[in-house]
């Protein structure tokens, strides 16, 4: 992707975030305010026809509320 720093998008006010029981974070469930988004968001082009393998991951150093969060989503899809 060219000039990725143009994708970086961060929230203009704290916002709650709601988790369940067993939520994949492991956050115990509840709550939480305030909140905020700082990171690298992008489409992509409609990918051709094929396997294809998407991966994202977020690393979250020194949260307040739940130490360092390092994760990553990996998703396999299928474009027919």
Not at 26 to 51: I, K, N, R, S
Not at 55 to 69: C, D, K
Request: aromatic share 12%; net charge negative.
């Amino acid at each position: 992707v060219d000039n990725v720093e143009g994708f970086r998008a961060r929230s203009k006010v704290p916002f709650a975030i709601t988790y369940p029981e067993n939520s994949v974070l492991g956050v115990e469930a509840g709550t939480y305010f305030p909140q905020v988004a700082d990171g690298y968001w992008l489409m992509l082009a409609p990918l051709c026809p094929g396997e294809h393998t998407i991966e994202i991951r977020a690393f979250l150093p020194n949260t307040p509320s739940f130490g360092t969060v390092d994760f990553t989503l990996t998703d396999h899809i299928t474009v027919i």
